[in-house]
Each structure stands twice: as structure tokens, then as C-alpha cells.
């Protein structure tokens, strides 16, 4: 009789563990359930369009002619084409590829720990769908004041050529790389609140790289900063990205519990980003 009620408890506790496993592998296809591209590697953001700041209503329009605020911006610009050729140079090219996987890494040595589609699966696709909001709440205004960049203006060179054809159609004002990093600033340090202080540093660093490439003016980055703020909030009403959120946070505890290695070369990292012009702000 004991056997017998020994071997039903057993049969109940591999169809228990059985069921478990099934339930919990459904449940991680419905949480990585894939996303839609809205254009060719980029996926849908969270928010719809409606929900995100409105750059021309939020913004100031950018310097005008014969501004104090314009002379500034054409002083910065200049100060940083000392940096042309160097190891911050550079870093402001890698900076401006904006596609994955290589993007997953801009943060990485501020993290401490690798942003990859294998170690960390729900950030690296939070890290892809916040981007496409961050962008997507700088276009207004972009293609309303149509501002020139400063390679458009001074003549010199840009950290990315092979870009310019490109730049020279679309506004400076505001700078949508410096959206995208700071939003990925502001939600990354609240996914390792240990780094932050690393991270946010790293963030502003990430945008003052387009000034760096001189394809945007300071005014552009500085801007911007406000509209990746609005963005974060709203995100934050989301529902999906409240899950995808805390998805990441579990993802980034494990990757530091196993004392994972950041993909990219932080030595490298820190000393391109110590070097500055005189005087930069």
C-alpha cells in the first residue's frame, strides 16, 4: 500500500515538474514574443506615436542668428576639431553606429557586464524598442526648424563620412543620438542602481560624442536631454515595458553574480573618453 501511494506521489511530482517547465517555457515565448521591424533591424518601439513628447511644443526654438546661444555653440564646435584623428574621435564614430548587436555595448563597460541577445535577452530588446521612441520623439522639431549641421557650416570633417549625404538632409536641432543614449542612460541606471553614477556618465558622454564627430551643435545635445526624460516617463506607464524592465534587472543581477566580462574593451574605452579639448564644457 505504501509503494503504491510512494509511486502515485512520484508520478504527480514529474507531471508537476513536467507541466512547470512547459508553463514557465510558454510563458518566456508570450514575454519574448517577437516584435515587429519598422524598418529593416529597427523594432517598434513601446509607446505610440501620440504618447511621445512633443519636441516642437516642449523645445525652444534653437539659437537664433546673432545669439549669444549661437556664438556658444560655434565656439564649442570649434574647440573639439582639435580632437580630430584621436582615440575620442574614434569612440564618437563607434558611438554614432546606432545598430545591433554592436550598439548592445555602448553601455557595457559602464555596466559592468555584457548587453548581448545570449547573456542578456530582454534588455538587449528593451535596449532596440526604447530607441525607436527616443528617435521617434525628436522628429518633429527636426523637421521643423531644418537646422544645418556643423559640418555644413565650418567645412571640416565629420567622424562618420559616409554618413554626411545622409546628415545633410535631416535637422540637427534636436540630436537624436543624444535621445537614445540619454534614455538609455536613465533606464539602465535604474536597472543597475549600483553603476549608475557610471552609467549616467556614459550618457552624457555618448551624446557629447556628436558634438566630438561635429555633426551637432551643443544646443542640439543639450535639448534633447529633456526629451529622453519625457520619453522615460511615459515608458514607464507602459505595461510591457514595466515587465521587460524587470526582465532586465534579473538579467544584469545574474550577469554581475557570475562576474560576467563586458564585450567591449573598457581600457580603451576610458582613455578615449578622458581625453578633452581646452575649456570643454
Known sequence: ???????????????????????????????MA?????????????LPRAALPDSVAL?????????????????????????????????????????????????????NAPVTQTDTPRLYQLL?????????????????????????????ATCTPGAEEH?????????GHTAIGWTWALILSEIAPDQAQA???????FGQSRVVCNVHWQS????SLELAAGTVARLHDDPTFVADLDAAKSEIAAAHAKKLAPQRNCKAEADALAQQPPQAP
Open 1 to 31: 500500500m505504501k509503494s503504491e501511494r510512494f509511486r502515485f506521489l512520484a508520478r504527480g511530482a514529474v507531471l508537476a515538474l513536467t507541466y512547470g517547465a512547459i508553463g514557465a517555457a510558454c510563458a518566456m515565448a508570450d514575454e
Open 34 to 46: 517577437p516584435v515587429p521591424e519598422i524598418q529593416p533591424g529597427v523594432l517598434a518601439g513601446y
Open 59 to 111: 523645445l525652444p526654438p534653437p539659437p537664433a542668428e546673432g545669439s549669444a546661444a549661437l556664438a556658444m555653440d560655434h565656439e564649442i564646435s570649434q574647440g573639439y576639431l582639435v580632437l580630430e584623428g584621436s582615440p575620442r574621435w574614434k569612440l564618437a564614430g563607434m558611438d554614432a553606429n546606432l545598430s545591433f548587436p554592436w550598439a548592445a555595448g555602448d553601455f557595457s563597460c559602464a555596466m
Open 128 to 156: 532596440r524598442r526604447v530607441m525607436s521612441d527616443a528617435g521617434a520623439s525628436t522628429r518633429a522639431a527636426k523637421d521643423n526648424y531644418k537646422r544645418q549641421r556643423p559640418f555644413m557650416v565650418n567645412k571640416a
Open 167 to 175: 546628415l545633410a538632409q535631416d535637422g540637427s536641432y534636436p540630436s
Open 199 to 205: 552609467i549616467l556618465a556614459r550618457g552624457r558622454a
Open 220 to 223: 542640439d545635445t543639450i535639448e
